[in-house]
């Protein structure tokens, strides 16, 4: 056999055309890979500025449900501060039953409450979750505020943000901007249901103030062109705190009250109790000392025919307890209520009646003084009783005189304390004096607090909410469907 050989040259263009056809072999499955590498790159970039463009559109839309609360929690807070102060220092569960009953309402406060939901422009829409006060309403507090925003389209919720912001609630006098020096203690002076003034005065700048639960307008008062009111008044509910009464040690002095009237065995005389004293000037051992010093006694009824009951709080504090019914303490002629000395302060002097009476199933208290007597230094809390002053005036208080010719403080004047009942100036055992003065001290509210305690500050205050103490925001999971 023979064998045949190529030339050379044929060898190499043998050779030649094999890697050719080899080349062409590999460089479809390159450019298929090269193919889908860009395709997955165009896919993945596509997805990426999809992604981000979701992202830019879900957060312009919870930028724009948090603007929403913003706004609503704005708009909250302002109309809190104007209209609705004395809602600020309640949590917004009670708002809706609130009548002032964690503080005396200014005037120019409004009843009822805020809107509480509302939107903002076309698509905004906000609502108030929770409103809580942490504090006191003497002393302020905090406020925490929680505030949902939605963004809206087409029915459906499409973005919510909450907004939580906390805030500082500050008391201030109802007239006065905060910071301002006070024109009021907020104290109310004269404090009853139905008030007769007649031509009394109550006197004193920053404490003798008026307020009646039962009136609309100082034309309720029943003051004529003489009366003088050295404060403010105001009108509508104002809470009142339990009627204090002896240590639980001391209860057996109700087993047996005091009582004395005008006429026959049991006839009063002169009366003289003296704080600390023996038993004979403890009317006969019917009141005694605490272990601090303070002497109770527990009285049914005292009706005085020109005799005087003598007080003698050199030794420490006296409070008395009425305990009866209808006519409870009538002084007539020259007699009246002493105090002693005259340096001692209101209460001193504590006279106590029996707890209010809203449905008036029990007869009312009847405690008449008399304007010509002696009768000064006292501190009277009667909620079922009306207050009588019969006769004119003894006293004439002494009074400053302001640069705009008003009075400021005073002394003096027929009673110098405070007068809390039921009703002032109408009972039905005496007709109303004229020209009889009340002087309540400044500090009227300070002393009855530091001696009867916490239930005792209240008055009426105005509130402000001041600086943002902190605040906070997250986006909610939104259910989508019909907003509310």
Not at 20 to 47: C, H, K, N, Q, Y
Not at 358 to 381: C, K, M
Not at 413 to 430: F, P, Q
Request: with cysteine; aromatic share 8%; charged share 15%.
């Amino acid at each position: 056999m023979k064998r045949r050989f190529l030339s050379t040259p044929t060898f190499f263009k043998h050779l030649v055309i094999r890697r050719r056809d080899s080349e062409f072999g590999l460089s479809l499955p390159v450019a298929l890979l090269t193919t889908l590498v860009i395709a997955t790159g165009f896919a993945t970039a596509t997805t990426v500025l999809l992604n981000n463009f979701q992202g830019v559109n879900r957060l312009s839309l919870s930028r724009s449900a948090r603007e929403s609360a913003e706004a609503g929690l704005a708009s909250l807070i302002e109309d809190l501060t104007t209209k609705y102060a004395h809602l600020l220092i309640e949590d917004n569960s009670q708002w809706s039953s609130s009548s002032g009953t964690s503080s005396a309402i200014c005037n120019n406060s409004s009843s009822g409450m805020p809107a509480t939901t509302g939107s903002i422009g076309t698509n905004g829409y906000w609502e108030l979750e929770s409103y809580n006060f942490s504090g006191s309403q003497f002393y302020g507090g905090s406020g925490e505020m929680r505030v949902r925003g939605e963004y809206q389209s087409g029915g459906n919720t499409e973005a919510s943000v909450v907004v939580t912001q906390s805030i500082d609630i500050r008391p201030k006098s109802c007239e006065d901007s905060y910071g301002e020096p006070t024109s009021s203690s907020g104290w109310p002076g004269l404090h009853a249901g139905s008030i007769n003034l007649g031509g009394n005065d109550v006197l004193g700048r920053l404490s003798g103030n008026v307020h009646c639960t039962g009136c609309t307008s100082i034309g309720d008062l029943g003051g004529n062109s003489n009366s003088i009111i050295g404060g403010n008044t105001s009108f509508g509910p104002m809470p009142l705190p339990p009627v204090p009464t002896p240590p639980e040690s001391l209860s057996s002095l109700y087993d047996n009250p005091y009582s004395c009237s005008g006429n026959g065995r049991n006839k009063c005389g002169d009366i003289e109790i003296v704080s600390g004293g023996s038993s004979s000037q403890l009317l006969d051992g019917q009141c005694e000392e605490d272990s601090e010093g303070v002497t109770h006694c527990v009285i049914e009824k005292m009706i005085m025919r020109n005799n005087e009951l003598t007080i003698d709080s050199t030794n420490g504090p006296v409070k008395l307890y009425f305990t009866g019914t209808g006519e409870v303490f009538k002084s007539t002629g020259n007699g009246g209520i002493v105090h002693i000395p005259t340096s001692s302060e209101p209460t001193d002097l504590s006279i106590f009646g029996n707890a209010a009476d809203p449905t008036d199933s029990v007869q009312d208290q009847e405690f008449t003084l008399r304007g010509a007597a002696d009768t000064n230094n006292l501190w009277i809390y009667m909620p079922d009783g009306n207050l009588g002053i019969a006769g004119g005036a003894q006293d004439n208080a002494n009074c400053d005189v302001l640069e705009d010719g008003s009075l400021g403080e005073c002394t003096g004047g027929d009673i110098y304390g405070s007068v809390w009942a039921k009703s002032g100036g109408e009972t039905n055992s005496a007709s109303c004096g004229t020209g009889v003065q009340i002087v309540v001290p400044a500090n009227m509210g300070n002393l009855v607090f530091q001696q009867e305690g916490d239930d005792f500050r209240i008055g009426l205050r105005d509130y402000s909410a001041l600086n943002v103490t902190e605040w906070s925001s997250f986006t909610t999971d939104t259910q989508r469907g019909t907003s509310p």
